[in-house]
Nanobody
């Protein structure tokens, strides 16, 4: 198993959770690590990603509320989630990708799930109002 998530659970609206994703050493060295989520009946969406050089990308729906972090000493990716809302309820997945793209401002991770090579099993987050 390349990626293992934990930290999900029930939480009330306005609360906080931190998700963790422990990776094997080789997987952790991927160019991109990201968090996705999928609610029932909806497509899997990218919510946060971090390129190995440090650039981050967030979905508009979570900007200012979620933070993606890496702990290189522990081969662990985190997602700090604050001000949670009921529409954040979903299964959350971490993923790793070798693909990335470059712009004039640097290197960034792709946002499409199809571009990611490795996936964790997911951890459920349920936000109640």
């Amino acid at each position: 198993v390349q990626l293992v998530e934990s930290g999900g659970g029930p939480v009330q609206a306005g609360g906080s959770l931190t998700l963790s994703c422990v990776a094997t050493r080789s997987t952790y060295k991927a160019n991109c690590l990201g968090w996705f989520r999928q609610a029932p009946g909806k497509e899997r969406e990218s919510i946060a990603s971090r390129e190995s050089g440090g650039s981050t990308t967030y979905a508009d729906s979570v900007k200012g509320r979620f933070t993606i972090l890496r702990d290189n000493a522990k081969n662990t990716l985190y997602l700090q989630m604050n001000s949670l809302r009921p529409d954040d309820t979903a299964m959350y997945y971490c993923a790793a990708a070798s693909a990335y793209y470059s712009t004039a401002t640097g290197y960034y991770c792709i946002q499409s799930a199809s571009g990611y090579n490795y996936w964790g099993q997911g951890t459920q987050v349920t936000v109640s109002s």
